[in-house]
């Protein structure tokens, strides 16, 4: 029983070395300064701080992704 136990504590470690962190305030008004330089529906940005609310990066990664696909299409309808 104590082998399983022991297992089990190794095994927690290793989940809570990829556990993911919540957003600060200083996170949250990068990532607004962020979707400022863009037109963004609320919505979008809405969604971005929900997402920050659980997950940091994915916060980020969610905003950059959105802002990419916004540059080809801006790009792509003024070919200048």
Known sequence: MSKAFAENISSYSKWSENRTSPATDEDLLSLWEKFSEFEVP???????????????????????????????????????
């Open 42 to 80: 609320v919505n979008v940005f809405l969604q971005a701080v929900a997402i920050a609310a659980y997950d940091r990066a994915s916060a980020f990664r969610y905003a950059d992704n959105y802002l990419t696909v916004l540059k080809r299409e801006k790009k792509r309808k003024n070919p200048l």
